[in-house]
């Protein structure tokens, strides 16, 4: 059985990100948020444009009040208002002044704006009240970026900043990698769907519906394959289905050792290569992950699929995905680094057990508590098919092998899932 550290090596490796030149897609700008940026982007622009005021004020030559104070103020002649979005038509001589608004561009002659606030106005004239530094206030053309270099790398995440950073730099198109391809199907003849009647014996298959919402959220495209009956002919033609149209294959269920759980040996009749079949985590221990022969036709792009074959209790499949999966996704989605899960250390508001036999992660809520995180243990049973207490979650309670007991207020290490 491998460690979970060993285990997310091994899938990390087998990870091949998308390729920049095949796997791209050209997108506008509007539809660009969440997206992986495939290729660098430049601009034409300097940034700021041109020389501009940081603040409504006077445009000035600094040699003209250098040694300007409230018992011998400077007067300057003002001769032009410029507002923004005006292109100034006089050039500042010696005792003049503009009237200048924020973002306004500098007149030729002026090399430093004086606040309004250190001044004080008489009709055309304008008192300067107090020296300023030398081109205080002025904002210089290309300070900011320079046209033609680097604006945004490739392989980083198109959020707000960078969807207002491209918009500003006239970029109203750009090359992103196309969404991974991910599908999922349940394995179990107790299965229904959420909208079908509930017999005897039945259980409804939330685990798909878990499925994908992550991976919705993880970026990726869910291709939803439905519920398949233990019956391994059914099994195989679904899983040969999926590994020809998906990057990752997700299924839940049938990857133990009962006598209806057939997944690992329809991946190895299927030349399936399988690097996974356990590891020492709680919950979660019983997970195959294999690859499929690129020479048999299994490739949707320049890669073979990769295959999960997760355990089919509940908390077991979502801790699983966000321990092992998830940083798959984010590394097969062109994300140039920070693949691997977040762990952060805080306290831990309740008293934290395990047999000590397994590396354990025991779900809750982060609260911020007096400006210190505090890790605060779901109620309820820490069973693997206790879904209901999963609600709200949004880390996991880090418990290393060896380690049986955290005790309230003590240090405990999480993995961070969602921003609390």
Known sequence: MLSVSNAQAIILNLVQPLDNQRDTEVVDLLAAASRILAAPVSSPLDFPHWDNSAMDGYAVRYEDVQHSSTEKPTVLEIIEEIPAGYQPKSTIGTGQAARIFTGAVM??????????????????????????????????????????TQLLPAGIRLNAPEIAVLAAAQCPKLNVYRRPRVAIFSTGDELVRADESLQPGQIVDSNQYALAALV??????????????????????VITDAAAIADIVLSSGGVSVGDYDYVDKI????EAKIHIQAVD???????TVATFPTDKGYRVSTHSPLYFGLPGNP????????????????????????????????????????D???????WGKLHLINGVYEFHKASGSHSSGNLINLAQTNALALLPVGKTLISPQEEVEVLQLITP
């Open 107 to 148: 007149p030729a002659g002026a090399d430093t704006v004086v606040m309004q606030e250190k001044t004080r106005r008489e009709e055309n004239r304008v008192f300067i009240l107090t020296a300023p530094q030398p081109q205080e206030f002025v904002r210089h053309k290309a300070s900011f970026y320079q046209a033609g």
């Open 216 to 237: 919705k959220e993880s970026g990726a495209e869910p291709l939803l394959l439905g519920i398949v009956k233990d019956e391994p002919v059914a099994l195989r033609k």
């Open 315 to 354: 908390a077991s499949v979502l801790v699983t995905f966000w321990r092992f999966v998830l940083p798959a996704i984010k590394k097969l989605s062109g994300i140039r680094e920070g693949w691997e899960p977040v762990f952060l250390k805080v306290r831990s508001h309740d008293e934290l057990r395990s």
């Open 281 to 287: 985590i709680r919950p979660g221990k019983p997970l």
């Open 267 to 270: 991946l190895e009749s299927l």
């Open 356 to 362: 000590g036999k397994r590396e354990t992660y025991l």
